[in-house]
């Protein structure tokens, strides 16, 4: 009796071992190349940064007999300014590239509802036609769409200064317009970052980045304005409403679920959008433009310094998970208003 | 307080026409039911009325005035949707007060009227909740309060109940009427039930392929339809009809349905007289088709022969269905008859209480 009552148990706790270990079974193999590919880079990563790795420890790594562990002093040289390098200041470069990816999303939102919602109206001609070309954008690479506009902003020959002359020619001037958009230094608007100059080029960006940036909220927003039902806007109609009123009471709140969700991505997209930015002005004019990324970037590529590139790695890492969990937070709060 | 007239109202939608020359006139204070079968333009009527949809001639005036290019916030209506068309991202409470806010109505006034009709429909304790925490019973009301707190000259709904449960709809059936008597407003309601629009209508207007069949009271629609369509469609069960001919039969008039004979009674064969010979529909609702053994006193009753195909019983009626030769019909009669499946019987027709169809125009000879 006993004895069959404990082998029972036994087998029970097979059978919930079996269960409890079969789904880990499963993920081994996606374990196994993660650990490859994300894991290992992440901890070396992490355990050079550490130390004052360079091109000289290239070829023996870690067991290189020159390599010397500097404890955290990458992390305190970065965050203090003391790198060997010019124009660079952490807090500067953070503070900009935030405002960089909060400025472009604050733009890109409300001018792709807006499109989105001038294309809605009815019996509006060729929508179909419009909807396929605003897609354009989103399928251009952004490398390809950061040359384009860099040359489009070049001072001789760009597009955008040969626009201006023949404008300023309209009105009797006869100079060329030679505006140094991506070169030019002082700040249009000084007060507008107090902390660091918002030179031309960010301007120049700002409307690059806006070509890129608004066909996606249009197309997200597209796709909300079409799930709102029509007899709501019948409804506000007889209410009262008219058609601002309806914009802003039915349209804008309903739309809202959605578009902070996209806000959301549209905000990390910008705060890492590496491609772009690095092709555009390369980050200059003298790190004006310059965003975590492409600076870590620059970190190895020219001054080849791989601990300083490491440390700073980890330290984008903590700023992008602190972006993550406050986005999050937000995209969490933003409930749908429909059924649950 | 405002009389509705639709005058020579057509909508088309491309080539559909939806509205085929409409004229209604409501008067104030009227519960105007509009009743029709799926698709016959009862929806476009009203949201022609409402301002949704622009007419394509005629006229539709509110209170005398024409409206034809008022905007849907100036003619001073309420309308109630199918969908209850609330606003999912306000609470109960906003989604009252919305057009009267939009009206810059002071904030004390919006209050006394919002706490008044939740009161009056019993959804006091629903003001902070969002639409999609309600019941479709509760948004019902809900979408009835939004008109209600507006005070408008004319309520018009379209199928407010078609999303409720057979029983619900029985008590809300009740609640708007009671409203209607309570507001002393003109109403104007969109159902394809024909019970909805018999229990609440003050009047009905009965609509067919967007052509205005007959507007009159329950009653007179029920007694006396003017066509075939508006026979079939008010009553339920519906009224049987049988093809046939009028005919003379030794002096008599009698109508020849092929599978039976009935001799029409002298005191009713006026107007048909002129009529002998000639194909018509003959119609005798469920109600005064009776058992052999159960017949009412003091009526005139014809005897025909049919066969039992299935019975139903209601508990306060038997529904038998019934075939005459190539014939099928229902009989609703007295639940102690003893009728059974498969039995050849007779049953009495109410003589006093038939109607005939020419065959050709589909409306009654009277
Ligand atoms: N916007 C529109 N465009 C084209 N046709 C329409 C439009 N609205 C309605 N119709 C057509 O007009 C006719 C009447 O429609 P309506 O909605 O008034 O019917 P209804 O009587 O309300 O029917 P139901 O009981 O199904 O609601 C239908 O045949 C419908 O297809
Ligand atoms: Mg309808």
Same mark, same amino acid.
């Given at each position: 009796m006993a004895t069959t009552s404990m082998q029972l148990s036994r087998e029970k706790r097979k059978a919930v071992f079996r269960k409890v270990s079969l789904p880990y079974l499963y993920l081994l193999p996606a374990f196994a190349v993660m650990g490859v590919i994300t894991f290992y880079p992440l901890i070396y990563q992490v355990i050079i940064s550490f130390t004052d790795f360079q091109t000289k420890d290239?070829?023996?790594?870690?067991?290189?007999?020159?390599?010397?562990?500097?404890?955290?002093q990458n992390y305190v040289d970065i965050i203090t300014g $003391? %790198?060997?390098?010019?124009?660079?200041?952490f807090f500067r470069v953070l503070i900009y590239n935030i405002w960089w990816a909060l400025t472009n999303v604050m733009v890109h939102v409300p001018a792709g509802v807006l499109i989105a919602v001038l294309l809605n109206?009815? $019996? %509006?001609?060729?929508k179909r036609i419009y909807r396929a070309i605003f897609v354009l954008p989103v399928v251009v690479p952004p490398i390809v769409v950061g040359t384009v506009w860099k040359n489009i902003f070049d001072?001789?020959?760009?597009a955008m200064n040969q626009f201006l002359t023949l404008l300023v020619h309209l009105f009797g001037q006869i100079d060329p317009v030679r505006i140094r958009?991506?070169?030019?230094?002082?700040?249009?608007?000084?007060?507008?970052?107090?902390?660091?100059p918002l030179t031309l080029a960010y301007y120049a960006m700002m409307i690059a980045n806006f070509w890129l940036g608004w066909p996606f909220m249009t197309l997200v927003a597209t796709g909300a304005l079409q799930s709102i039902p029509k007899d709501l806007y019948e409804a506000a109609s007889i209410d009262g409403a008219s058609g601002a009123q309806q914009f802003w009471n039915i349209t804008v709140p309903l739309l809202r679920p959605v578009m902070i969700p996209a806000a959301v991505y549209g905000f990390t997209l910008s705060f890492n959008l590496f491609n772009f930015v690095y092709f555009m002005s390369?980050?200059?004019?003298?790190?004006?433009?310059?965003i975590l990324v492409t600076f870590a970037f620059d970190l190895i590529r020219n001054l080849r310094l791989y601990g300083v590139a490491a440390a700073f790695s980890v330290i984008i890492f903590f700023v992008a998970l602190v972006v993550f969990l406050i986005t999050n937070r937000i995209t969490r709060a933003t409930e749908s208003y429909t059924e649950a | 307080m405002a009389s509705v007239t639709y005058e020579n109202v057509y909508k088309r939608f491309g080539d559909m026409?939806?509205?085929?020359?409409l004229n209604i006139h409501v008067d104030d204070k009227e519960f105007l039911v509009l009743v029709g079968p799926s698709g016959c333009g009862k929806t476009t009527a009203l949201r022609l009325l409402a301002g949704l949809e622009e007419i394509s001639s005629g006229a539709i005036k509110i209170a005398d005035r024409?409206?034809?290019?008022?905007?849907p916030k100036d003619r001073d209506i309420a309308m109630v949707f199918q969908s209850y068309a609330?606003?999912?991202?306000?609470s109960i409470y906003d989604n009252m007060a919305f057009g009267l806010k939009l009206r810059k109505t002071p904030k004390e006034e919006i209050k006394r009227r919002v706490t008044e009709a939740a009161e009056v429909l019993g959804i006091q304790d629903l003001?902070?909740?969002?639409?999609?925490?309600?019941s479709g019973g509760q948004r019902q009301r809900v979408a009835v309060g939004r008109a209600i707190?507006?005070?408008?000259?004319v309520f018009l709904f379209d199928?407010?109940?078609?999303?409720?449960d057979a029983k619900l709809r029985v008590q809300m059936r009740a609640e708007i009427s009671k409203l209607h008597q309570r507001l002393q407003t003109t109403f104007i309601y969109v159902t394809h039930d024909q019970t909805e629009a018999m229990t609440m209508a003050t009047r009905i207007a009965v609509i067919n392929k967007g052509k205005l069949q007959q507007i009159d009271t329950p009653q007179n629609l029920y007694d006396?339809?003017?066509?075939l369509f508006v026979a079939g469609f008010i009553g339920s069960p519906a009224m049987n009809f049988f093809p046939g001919k009028l005919r003379k039969d030794n002096g008599r008039l009698v109508v020849d349905a092929g599978d039976f004979v009935v001799p029409i009674p002298e005191k009713k064969a006026g107007p048909y007289k002129a009529h002998a010979d000639k194909n018509i529909t003959f119609g005798i609702r469920p109600e005064n088709i009776h058992d052999e053994n159960f017949v009412p006193l003091n009526i005139d009753v014809e005897k025909v022969a049919v066969k039992v195909d299935v019975t139903e019983l209601m508990g306060n009626e038997i529904f038998l269905y019934l075939i005459s030769g190539k014939n099928t019909f229902v009989a609703r009669v007295?639940?102690?008859?003893s009728l059974r499946v498969g039995q050849q019987a007779h049953v009495m027709f109410d003589m006093d209480n038939f109607h005939i169809f020419d065959?050709?125009?589909e409306e009654t000879i009277r």
């Amino acid at each position: 009796m006993a004895t069959t009552s404990m082998q029972l148990s036994r087998e029970k706790r097979k059978a919930v071992f079996r269960k409890v270990s079969l789904p880990y079974l499963y993920l081994l193999p996606a374990f196994a190349v993660m650990g490859v590919i994300t894991f290992y880079p992440l901890i070396y990563q992490v355990i050079i940064s550490f130390t004052d790795f360079q091109t000289k420890d290239l070829l023996l790594q870690l067991a290189s007999p020159e390599l010397k562990k500097v404890g955290v002093q990458n992390y305190v040289d970065i965050i203090t300014g $003391g %790198l060997p390098v010019q124009n660079f200041e952490f807090f500067r470069v953070l503070i900009y590239n935030i405002w960089w990816a909060l400025t472009n999303v604050m733009v890109h939102v409300p001018a792709g509802v807006l499109i989105a919602v001038l294309l809605n109206t009815q $019996g %509006l001609w060729g929508k179909r036609i419009y909807r396929a070309i605003f897609v354009l954008p989103v399928v251009v690479p952004p490398i390809v769409v950061g040359t384009v506009w860099k040359n489009i902003f070049d001072e001789q020959y760009g597009a955008m200064n040969q626009f201006l002359t023949l404008l300023v020619h309209l009105f009797g001037q006869i100079d060329p317009v030679r505006i140094r958009w991506l070169q030019e230094y002082s700040p249009p608007i000084p007060w507008l970052l107090p902390n660091g100059p918002l030179t031309l080029a960010y301007y120049a960006m700002m409307i690059a980045n806006f070509w890129l940036g608004w066909p996606f909220m249009t197309l997200v927003a597209t796709g909300a304005l079409q799930s709102i039902p029509k007899d709501l806007y019948e409804a506000a109609s007889i209410d009262g409403a008219s058609g601002a009123q309806q914009f802003w009471n039915i349209t804008v709140p309903l739309l809202r679920p959605v578009m902070i969700p996209a806000a959301v991505y549209g905000f990390t997209l910008s705060f890492n959008l590496f491609n772009f930015v690095y092709f555009m002005s390369g980050g200059g004019p003298a790190r004006s433009t310059e965003i975590l990324v492409t600076f870590a970037f620059d970190l190895i590529r020219n001054l080849r310094l791989y601990g300083v590139a490491a440390a700073f790695s980890v330290i984008i890492f903590f700023v992008a998970l602190v972006v993550f969990l406050i986005t999050n937070r937000i995209t969490r709060a933003t409930e749908s208003y429909t059924e649950a | 307080m405002a009389s509705v007239t639709y005058e020579n109202v057509y909508k088309r939608f491309g080539d559909m026409v939806a509205v085929d020359n409409l004229n209604i006139h409501v008067d104030d204070k009227e519960f105007l039911v509009l009743v029709g079968p799926s698709g016959c333009g009862k929806t476009t009527a009203l949201r022609l009325l409402a301002g949704l949809e622009e007419i394509s001639s005629g006229a539709i005036k509110i209170a005398d005035r024409v409206v034809n290019d008022v905007a849907p916030k100036d003619r001073d209506i309420a309308m109630v949707f199918q969908s209850y068309a609330l606003y999912p991202h306000l609470s109960i409470y906003d989604n009252m007060a919305f057009g009267l806010k939009l009206r810059k109505t002071p904030k004390e006034e919006i209050k006394r009227r919002v706490t008044e009709a939740a009161e009056v429909l019993g959804i006091q304790d629903l003001l902070t909740r969002k639409p999609r925490q309600l019941s479709g019973g509760q948004r019902q009301r809900v979408a009835v309060g939004r008109a209600i707190v507006r005070e408008p000259k004319v309520f018009l709904f379209d199928e407010p109940l078609s999303n409720l449960d057979a029983k619900l709809r029985v008590q809300m059936r009740a609640e708007i009427s009671k409203l209607h008597q309570r507001l002393q407003t003109t109403f104007i309601y969109v159902t394809h039930d024909q019970t909805e629009a018999m229990t609440m209508a003050t009047r009905i207007a009965v609509i067919n392929k967007g052509k205005l069949q007959q507007i009159d009271t329950p009653q007179n629609l029920y007694d006396h339809p003017g066509n075939l369509f508006v026979a079939g469609f008010i009553g339920s069960p519906a009224m049987n009809f049988f093809p046939g001919k009028l005919r003379k039969d030794n002096g008599r008039l009698v109508v020849d349905a092929g599978d039976f004979v009935v001799p029409i009674p002298e005191k009713k064969a006026g107007p048909y007289k002129a009529h002998a010979d000639k194909n018509i529909t003959f119609g005798i609702r469920p109600e005064n088709i009776h058992d052999e053994n159960f017949v009412p006193l003091n009526i005139d009753v014809e005897k025909v022969a049919v066969k039992v195909d299935v019975t139903e019983l209601m508990g306060n009626e038997i529904f038998l269905y019934l075939i005459s030769g190539k014939n099928t019909f229902v009989a609703r009669v007295d639940p102690r008859s003893s009728l059974r499946v498969g039995q050849q019987a007779h049953v009495m027709f109410d003589m006093d209480n038939f109607h005939i169809f020419d065959a050709e125009t589909e409306e009654t000879i009277r």
